[in-house]
């Protein structure tokens, strides 16, 4: 009798788990075939979406390389129209003074006397004036690169 009530739980245990292996098989297919269908549906949306994005990244990367460019070319043009106008306000306004070097005394009246010497001359004038055509120079070659004739 108890092999007879055995068999009988076994084969409705069988008979509820090859019920559940269906359903869950079942399930299993419906949710894949949903995945699928989402995926059909969705795939090309995604890839839109991201080719867009990378569209726009790498216009951003353009748009800050051409600005850091720009501004490095802005910043040698800058200095070298400073140093231009530093060198003519030098060569306009030099006094021939030097009272801003600071020597011991020992040296002072040979360095005056040198310096006197040198502004009487017109060699301190010509150093500044050797000096814009250094900076003439340079603007120019900087131009000619920045306008692309330095080939």
Do not use: D, E, H, R
Request: proline residues 1%; charged residues 0%.
């Amino acid at each position: 009798m108890f092999t007879f009530f055995q068999s009988i739980f076994q084969s409705l245990l069988n008979g509820i788990s090859s019920i559940a292996q269906w359903f869950g098989s079942l399930l299993t297919n419906f949710f894949n075939a949903l995945k699928s269908f989402i995926t059909a549906i969705f795939g090309p949306i995604v890839l839109l979406v991201g080719g867009i994005w990378y569209l726009i990244t790498s216009i951003f990367n353009i748009v800050v390389l051409v600005i850091k460019v720009i501004l490095g070319l802005l910043g040698v043009v800058v200095a070298v129209i400073g140093g231009v106008i530093n060198t003519f306000s030098g060569l306009m306004g030099f006094s021939g003074s030097t009272s801003y070097y600071v020597l011991p005394s020992v040296y002072q009246q040979g360095f005056s006397a040198v310096t006197s010497l040198l502004g009487l001359s017109g060699f301190n004038t010509l150093a500044y004036i050797f000096a814009a055509f250094i900076w003439m120079g340079t603007a120019f070659a900087v131009i000619k690169i920045a306008g692309n004739g330095g080939n």
